[in-house]
C-alpha cells in the first residue's frame, strides 16, 4: 500500500488530514501537509465517483428503510408467538386445597443410566413418594447421566445405556409421580441435551403430567389453608464452599430475596440448616442423590453420593416448616401429622 491509499484509509477510518499528515511524516520520514493529503483524498474519491458512474447495475435486489422496519415487526411478531409455546418461568404459584398439613420431598441427582447409581433404591422411592397422601415432589435436576458429545471426555464410558433409554425410564418416574410433581427444573447434565440437540426433557415432561417448568430454578409460591409459603430453588448456585456446603442457599437469599427456603442440589450430598435472615426463620437445604459412585468423585477424594430424599412439612393454619433429611422419617412425621 503506498502512501496515497494510506491517506485514503486513514481518512475513512475518522482521522482528520492534520492527523494523516503527522502519520505519514512519522512512517515515511518525509514532509506532508494536511493540504497534499486533502488533495489526494478528493482526487481518489472522485475517481472512485466517476468510475461508478459508468456502471449500469440492470437488476441490483436492493433494500429500503421500509423493509427493514417491516422485517423487525415480523421478527417481533415471531418472539410474541413463540413466548406462547415456552413454559420456562422463575416465578410461580400454586395453591393447594387441603385442611392437613402437607409434605413436598426435594429429589434431584437421579443420573439414570450411570453405572455407579443406585436405581433400585431410586424406583422404591419414587414408589413410596407416589403412595404417601399428601406428599408433593419438587425435583431439582440431573434426571439422567446424559454424558453426550460436549460432557466431560471419557465419561460417557461410564453410562450403562444410552441418553434415550436413561430418560425413558425417568419419564416412566415422572409419570408413576404426576399427581404429586408440582415443579421440574433443569440440571446441568440435562441442559447437555437442550444446548446441543435442542431437546429440553424437563420441558417435555412438565408439558406431559402439568406440572411446572422452572427452568434452571425459581421461586415457588405455596398457598396452603391460610397460609403461604416461599421457596428458592435451584440446581447449581454459585458460592460453594468446602468448609460450609449450603452457603449456596445462602447466597440465593441474598440475592433473590428471604423467603421461607432455599434448597440447592448439584453436589450430591445431603444437607439442613435452620438459620434467620433479617429477623426471619429460614431452612437451607440440599437433597442429596442416587449416583452414589463415579470416577470424579473418587478421583478428586473418594467421595461418595448420598441417596436422601429432604421433605418439608408445611402446616395450614399455622406458619410452621419441619425439615426431615430422610425420605423414611418425612414419611413418617408427614402421617402422624397428618393424623394417620
Known amino acids: 500500500m503506498g502512501w496515497q491509499e494510506e491517506a485514503v484509509r486513514l481518512r475513512d477510518d475518522g482521522k482528520t488530514y492534520p492527523e494523516i499528515a503527522r502519520l505519514l511524516r512519522e512512517k515515511y520520514h518525509r514532509i506532508f501537509t494536511g493540504e497534499q493529503v486533502r488533495s489526494v483524498y478528493r482526487r481518489r474519491k472522485e475517481g472512485q465517483r466517476i468510475q461508478k458512474e459508468r456502471i449500469t447495475f440492470e437488476d441490483m435486489r436492493k433494500s429500503e428503510p421500509a423493509d427493514i422496519e417491516a422485517y423487525i ?59 404417601t397422601e399428601g406428599l408433593y415432589v419438587v425435583f431439582l435436576g440431573d434426571a439422567g447421566d446424559n454424558y453426550i458429545g460436549g460432557a466431560p471426555p471419557g465419561a460417557q464410558f461410564e453410562q450403562i445405556i444410552q441418553p434415550e433409554q436413561q430418560y425413558a425410564i425417568a419419564e416412566h418416574f415422572f409419570v408413576k409421580l404426576r399427581k404429586q410433581l408440582l415443579a421440574a427444573l433443569e440440571g446441568c447434565h440435562d441442559a447437555w441435551s437442550d444446548k446441543q440437540a435442542n431437546h429440553n426433557f424437563i420441558a417435555e415432561i412438565t408439558a406431559k403430567i402439568e406440572a411446572l417448568n422452572l427452568w434452571h ?97 408445611l402446616y395450614p393454619n399455622i406458619h410452621r416448616l419441619d425439615c426431615y433429611l430422610t425420605l423414611e422419617a418425612g414419611i413418617e412425621a408427614l402421617r402422624h401429622a397428618r393424623g394417620a
Open 73 to 131: 415487526e415480523q421478527v417481533i411478531t415471531l418472539q410474541e408467538a413463540q413466548a406462547t409455546l415456552d413454559t420456562r418461568q422463575v416465578d410461580a404459584t400454586v395453591t393447594i386445597s387441603d385442611d392437613k398439613p402437607i409434605g413436598i420431598a426435594l429429589t434431584a441427582d437421579w443420573h439414570v443410566g450411570g453405572w455407579g447409581t443406585d436405581l433400585r433404591l431410586l424406583r422404591n422411592d419414587v414408589n413410596r413418594m407416589a403412595d
Open 217 to 313: 430454578g425459581g421461586t415457588l409460591t405455596v398457598n396452603l389453608g391460610d397460609e403461604c409459603y416461599r421457596g428458592h430453588f435451584r440446581h447449581k448456585f454459585r458460592g460453594e464452599s468446602q468448609f460450609n456446603p449450603l452457603l449456596p442457599c445462602r447466597r440465593m437469599m441474598e440475592h433473590y430475596g428471604v423467603v421461607d427456603w432455599a434448597a440447592v442440589a448439584h453436589k450430591h450430598f445431603c444437607a439442613m440448616q435452620q438459620s434467620q435472615m433479617e429477623g426471619q426463620d429460614v431452612l437451607f437445604v440440599r437433597p442429596g442423590s442416587y449416583k452414589v459412585l463415579d470416577n470424579h468423585g473418587q478421583q478428586i477424594g473418594g467421595y461418595a453420593g448420598l441417596p436422601r430424599v429432604p421433605v418439608l412439612i
